[in-house]
Nanobody, 126 residues
Framework: QVQLVESGGGLVQVGGSLRISCVVS????????MAWFRQAPGKEREFVAV????????SHANSVKGRFTISRDNAKNTVYLQMNSLKPEDTAVYYC???????????????????WGQGTQVTVSS
């Protein structure tokens, strides 16, 4: 059984930084493209970033480009999201997701992901 467990969320001030992590178990981690999504209250879940199986390819949503960076460590079965220059509109529950079919031009589509974590809350205070 594949499990994804996020950690590292919390409360941070505007302009601050935070790194969240997601550990995957139950299947070979390097067989998945991995992504981060987020969902704010009353809004749909939105794509944040994706990384290919090897880590060679990444893509970030325009809203976070230049501020957030996705990375992975296949030896640790972990994907990370480094978040800098945080804004109040970044406040959301952040979810990691695993796609066994690999990196794609449609990696922003939630339907591609077979496995999801439980989410970690990130709150940016002004």
């Amino acid at each position: 059984q594949v499990q994804l467990v996020e950690s590292g969320g919390g409360l941070v001030q505007v302009g601050g930084s935070l790194r969240i992590s997601c550990v995957v178990s139950g299947r070979t981690f390097s067989s998945f493209a991995m992504a981060w999504f987020r969902q704010a209250p009353g809004k749909e879940r939105e794509f944040v970033a994706v990384i290919s199986r090897s880590g060679s390819w990444t893509s970030h949503a325009n809203s976070v480009k230049g501020r957030f960076t996705i990375s992975r460590d296949n030896a640790k079965n972990t994907v990370y999201l480094q978040m800098n220059s945080l804004k109040p509109e970044d406040t959301a529950v952040y979810y990691c997701a695993a796609d066994p079919s690999g990196y794609s031009g449609r990696s922003y589509d939630t339907g591609r992901y077979d496995y999801w974590g439980q989410g970690t809350q990130v709150t940016v205070s002004s």
